[in-house]
């Protein structure tokens, strides 16, 4: 069982940044994938961004590639996404993921309650 709780999200004007972090708790971290997803109103849960157990490979969807930055700490539990560049499109709850072994399209095993993140035009 792993449990996970995001945090930092907020409002921020368009252009601006935010790092939003993913402490997991129970078992073992680095022995998780780790993922990113967001959900708009009204539209479905999409892929952000993923990395490996080690960190050494990291995924992107093509609309946050060279604005997102997913890293991870192995030693304190955690998983980042570093926003930078954001736009009102990215306005939407963000949600942590975690996956048993490598990142896959099979989906994760544990997610955590998300945080809002909104940015103003």
Known sequence: QVQLVESGGGLVQAGGS????????????????????????????????????????????????????????NAKKTAYLQMSSLKPEDTAVYYCAAELGRWSAQGPDYWGQGTQVTVSS
């Open 18 to 73: 935010l790092r939003l972090s993913c402490a997991a708790s129970g078992q073992t971290f680095s022995a998780y994938a780790m993922g990113w997803f967001r959900q708009a109103p009204g539209k479905e849960r999409e892929f952000v961004a993923a990395i490996s157990r080690s960190g050494t490979t990291t995924y992107y969807a093509d609309y946050v590639r060279g604005r997102f930055t997913i890293s991870r700490d």
